[in-house]
């Protein structure tokens, strides 16, 4: 009796940290895999997208907002990409960074992908460092 | 040329999140990275000589 309420303790813990680990990471990339000492993935992963990040907003992609429809439907897709770099989003939509078109720019459609895939590809984080609190990744 | 420089920019960067992510070994890693980053690089330059053909 008490080894099966050890267990489910210990079940609640490790979902409750994986789901931490989740949030955190996608929240600021990288520090979801650093909080669970992976230092060398978290350093690598979350590099790879700050790197995506930054390159995005200095070739002159724009981060479309999440109610906006200034591209028709397609901003709400757009939106919800650029959203999964987190507070990366939040800060740059608070202090209005990259929210303006620079279509006159020949690069800005590239900057536009970066942004967008930078998001993607912090999802894919934030589920790596849930999987790795929930014990379903080494 | 700087398009080529942007094309191998992303395909470096989405192939060492895939290699890191989609594998266990860190040979298997290094080498699904690069097929990634191969892969990004060919279907990219394809793409573009294929359209250079094609009439707008």
Same mark, same amino acid.
């Given at each position: 009796m008490a080894e099966t309420v050890s267990v489910n303790v210990r079940n609640t813990n490790s979902t409750m940290w994986a789901w931490l680990a989740g949030l955190v990471g996608w929240a600021v990339p990288g520090i979801g895999h650093l909080m669970q000492g992976r230092v060398h993935r978290g350093l690598l992963l979350g590099g790879a997208v700050w790197v995506m990040f930054i390159s995005g907003i200095l070739l002159g992609g724009q981060l479309y907002g999440i109610l906006s429809s200034g591209a028709g439907v397609l901003s709400y897709v757009f939106g919800f990409l650029n959203l999964g770099t987190g507070l990366l989003y939040v800060l740059c939509q608070t202090l209005g960074i =990259? @929210?303006?078109? *620079?279509?006159? *720019? =020949? @690069?800005s459609e590239y900057g536009n992908i970066f942004l967008m895939v930078a998001g993607l590809l912090n999802y894919l984080l934030a589920l790596d460092a849930f999987d790795i609190g929930a014990g379903r990744k080494l | 040329m700087t398009h080529f420089l942007v094309l191998l920019l992303f395909a470096a960067l989405v192939g060492i999140v895939f290699g890191v992510v989609g594998r266990d070994t860190a040979r298997s890693r290094t080498l699904y990275g690069v097929k990634i980053f191969l892969e990004f690089v060919g279907v990219g330059v394809g793409l573009a000589w294929l359209l250079y053909w094609i009439p707008i």
């Open positions: =990259a @929210t303006e078109n *620079l279509s006159m *720019l =020949a @690069t | -």
